[in-house]
């Protein structure tokens, strides 16, 4: 690493404290808290939501919620407290000294600013930059973050830029004052793999350039593993180990490092291995035996959903006789065909937009196919249109699971009352005490504790949420249920615990899945065959073992490399390797 | 169960804000006071006698007016005829305006494009014009003042309800409710418009105070509820001729009455936003 002195840190934390006040009483958001990080250091603070890692960041940064104060302890910045500085000294520190990336680049912009004029702002309140050279710093300050033609980007908005792009624009941004602290607040979620992957090497090339100390919260163990040399590990508030990556990774000492580790799929870990409370899983049911020749449970045939048909040529445009332009059509689904027989799991994998979520509530009934059919049991169901889709019998077979289970139940409803929405409607259960058994024990199934079910969603966490969504789901026996990223917006611990429910549930029911995600690893563990889609289209198709060890297609190959692995030997050093690339 | 969590949440409210608890006690005395007001005030309203224009007094708490009739009584007296219009007027818009506005946001197309304009068309008029347009037009009665009232106030419901029914159409759980097999119209009924009634709330709050001020100002210019029913607006123009010669309670204390009812109104609305909303519970 780097063979600078590293008598004196260039931040200090010392036995940190902070209380907020709220209706339930003080919550103790962070308790005491110490470490000290060097220059040339990138420390990775991980943990899962709720345990404190970005009320510290917004704490060294002094950007603190009003209802949250430092109850102990003391942050020391260069010789500074900033704990006990006034607002004067820590507006001017912040940019300038220590600068922050955020967790959502397109939120953290200013929608209606171009971002060279977002970045000339910081240079003005910072620096003594002459007016007439802001915009050629501006630029050098674009150029450093890798980003290709930065004398037209300069005049670009923050819509006109991708969202890996926008966080190259953040992160021109928080360097431009050549800070000597950068705190980067999870800063590749909401992004693919692929662009996390480079913003990921690019924050580190820039930090090894310019001997920056980084700060690096994330949940993801994986990706904290590879690009920090020091981990802090939190929860619920408390720093429960810190050490060298490798120390924690090859030696984790608390019970919670370890449980954490486990959960974090591994490129050949099994579903078992993620959690240590499973239980033995029921045997499959056996399906019934079905005559030779008969159809699959689903037959997706040269689907195509198309997006934007009509004329650029405004009506104005045409009233005066202009020429009327046909715009071509985007075509979101190209032309996919695929097959889920009975008890299969099928993995759809690819980044955004890729299509997997078209062509998941296309075959969902959600949406209409522009052509192609959707073959159930032989019986075409994209001959029904979806405006009546809800009517019909055949609505109970296809459910789903979604991606975000806080926003896919209705704020308004409790638990109970979300799960009895589809018997009531599909299977015309009216009958209150029926209702009540049939609930109690779909959340028997799901492992819902009972006395949750009269809770509203915001009083449940986010894994008993996603219960509630599956329970749901399940509730009217579906044959295929499609599960569009059902553990993305879970921490990992849970996500090994809602796996493991839904292999449960599929031996025990013997439901097909189709599996969308953008993580190969998380795929593979519940999937027997996967399907990846790129631009629209299927490029490769096979076991989930083939495709992880031998993929055929460039593109699939780069999404394998780009997941973040929990890899010691990686951590160690090779992240100082390659040189850094120019990426459009 | 429910009846006793809803009460603690009330009591939750009503103590966690002190804006709230004064705008509630004074909601409650306006309740009260319209519905026992007649047979709880000391003279008949429009019993007129020999002692004219006296100043306040312990006999007349608020003085007598040019009729000698005690304006203590008629101003407690006139709160049910004000409140009442105010009531139905929002009421109505608040109905139609939902329902409108509420096609608009989750259809869209023609739906929104007819709602969009009527409502812009509406907005065009100086509403208090509006509102004398149609009542001089329709004639001089407490119904045509409610729906005067009732239509300057439907483009404020519609739009609210266009839009928060909008943002929430293509939702996770509306997504959830239509593979549950909800149709169309009861997925917007059950599902997403119940979401939509916090900003509803403080929107009808505020619309209270103006249908209220609206109510008394048609009133005030002679249009709407007549003499000698005794109603703020036209007590307030009444007296407004005596202020100059020094009799100054005439006008003053139905213009009080006023002032109090509008306060509430529009001091209650973050009250009722709280109280309806399910996430402020824990």
């Known amino acids: 690493m780097n063979d600078a002195p590293k008598t004196v840190p260039i931040l200090s934390v010392q036995g940190l404290s902070v209380d907020f006040r709220t209706r339930a009483g003080t919550v103790h958001a962070v308790k005491d808290l110490s470490f000290d990080l060097f220059r040339g250091e990138m420390i990775g603070v991980v943990g899962e939501s709720g345990s404190g890692k970005s009320v510290t960041a917004f704490n060294i940064m002094g950007i603190l919620d009003p209802a949250g104060r430092v109850a102990k302890g003391s942050i020391v910045f260069e010789g500074l407290d900033l704990t006990t500085a006034d607002e004067g000294a820590l507006s001017e520190i912040r940019g300038r000294e220590a600068s922050m990336i955020f967790q959502n680049p397109r939120v953290a912009l200013n929608p209606i600013r171009q971002v060279g004029t977002q970045i000339e702002d910081v240079l003005r309140r910072h620096t003594n930059t002459l007016t007439k050279d802001l915009k050629k710093k501006a630029i050098e300050a674009l150029d450093a973050v890798r980003i290709r033609h930065p004398e037209q980007r300069y005049y670009a908005y923050p819509y006109e830029l991708s969202g890996g792009m926008c966080q190259r624009v953040m992160i021109a941004l928080a360097l431009a004052c050549n800070p000597s602290l950068l705190i980067a607040d999870e800063p590749t979620t909401g992004l693919d793999v692929t662009t996390q992957k480079t913003i990921m090497d690019l924050v580190r090339d820039l930090a090894r350039e310019r001997n920056l100390a980084t700060i690096l919260i994330t949940h993801d163990l994986g990706l904290a593993s590879q690009y920090c040399q020091r981990l802090v590990v939190m929860r619920s508030g408390e720093a429960v180990e810190a050490g060298t990556t490798e120390e924690i990774f090859l030696n984790p000492k608390h019970p919670y490092t370890i449980k954490l580790i486990k959960a974090t799929p591994r490129i050949d870990s099994r579903l078992e291995d993620l959690s240590d409370d499973v239980v033995e899983r029921p045997a499959a049911q056996p399906l019934p035996v079905r005559p030779e020749g008969a159809p699959p449970l689903l037959e997706v045939r040269n689907l195509v959903k198309e997006y934007g048909i009509g004329s650029s040529t405004s009506w104005f445009g045409r009233l005066l006789g202009r020429k009327v332009e046909e715009k071509k059509p985007f075509r979101a689904v190209d032309d996919v065909s695929f097959i889920v027989g009975h008890g299969e799991s099928v993995g759809l994998v690819g980044e955004s937009g890729c299509g997997k979520s078209t062509t998941s509530n296309t075959v969902t009934r959600l949406l209409d196919p522009t052509s192609g059919e959707i073959l159930f049991e032989g019986q075409d169901l994209a001959k029904i249109p979806c405006k009546g889709f809800a009517g019909v019998p055949e609505r109970r077979l296809i459910q789903m699971v979604f991606q975000d289970p806080t926003e896919s139940l209705n704020p308004r409803f409790t638990a109970w009352r979300c799960i009895a929405d589809p018997l009531m409607r599909l299977d015309g259960m009216r009958n209150k005490a029926e209702l009540d058994a049939r609930i109690r024990e779909l959340a028997g199934m799901v492992g819902l504790p009972e006395h949750l079910l009269t809770r509203f969603p915001h009083q449940l966490s986010g894994g008993q949420k996603a219960r509630v969504g599956i329970a749901r789901a399940i509730s009217v026996s579906p044959k295929l249920l499609i599960l569009d990223e059902p553990t993305s917006a879970l921490d990992v611990s849970v996500q090994a615990i809602v796996l493991n429910l839904l292999a449960d549930l599929q031996a025990r029911l013997g439901m097909s899945y189709i599996f969308v995600s953008h993580d190969l690893n998380v795929v593979r563990l519940l999937c027997d065959r996967v399907i990846v889609m790129n631009a629209g289209r299927i490029i490769e198709t096979g076991t989930a073992d083939e495709i992880l060890t031998n993929p055929r297609d460039p593109y699939t190959r780069s999404l394998i490399e780009a997941v973040p692995h929990l890899d010691v030997l990686a951590a160690n050093d090779k992240t100082f390797a390659e040189e850094p690339k120019c990426i459009a | ?282």
Request: aromatic share 10%; net charge neutral.
């Open chain 2, 1 to 282: 169960m429910a009846v006793n969590e809803f009460l603690k949440h009330l009591k939750y409210i009503l103590t966690e804000n002190p804006v709230t608890l004064v705008s509630g006690s004074l909601f409650v005395l306006l309740i009260v006071l319209a519905i026992l007001g007649p047979s709880i005030v000391p003279y008949d309203p429009y019993a007129s006698s020999a002692a004219t224009l006296q100043p306040p007094s312990w006999q007349h708490w608020f003085g007598t007016d040019q009729l000698g009739r005690d304006v203590f009584s008629r101003v407690i007296v006139a709160t049910r005829l004000d409140i009442t219009i105010a009531i139905v007027a929002v009421l109505l818009s608040f109905v139609i305006g939902s329902i409108a506005g509420s096609a608009a946001g989750y259809y869209g197309g023609w739906i929104d494009r007819v709602v969009g304009r009527l409502t812009d068309t509406i907005m065009a008029f100086p509403l208090f014009v509006l509102a004398m347009g149609i009542v001089a037009a329709m004639g001089n009665t407490v119904e045509n003042i409610v729906y005067a009232t009732a239509l300057i106030n439907l483009p404020f419901y519609a739009r609210v309800a266009r839009a928060e029914v909008n943002v929430r159409r293509e939702a996770g759980f509306v997504q959830a409710a239509r593979l549950a097999g909800n149709s169309d119209v009861r997925l917007l009924a059950t599902q997403i418009y119940p979401n939509v009634l916090p900003p509803m709330m403080v929107q009808i709050s505020l619309n209270m105070g103006w249908a209220i001020l609206n109510a008394a100002g048609l009133s005030f210019i002679g249009l709407g509820v007549r003499p000698p029913t005794p109603e703020w607006g036209i007590m307030v123009a009444e007296g407004a001729t005596y202020i100059v010669s020094g009799e100054w309670w005439l006008a003053l204390f139905p213009g009080a009455a006023l002032m109090l009812a509008v306060f509430c109104f529009n001091l209650l609305g973050d009250g009722l936003r709280d109280l309806i909303d399910p996430r402020q519970r824990t």
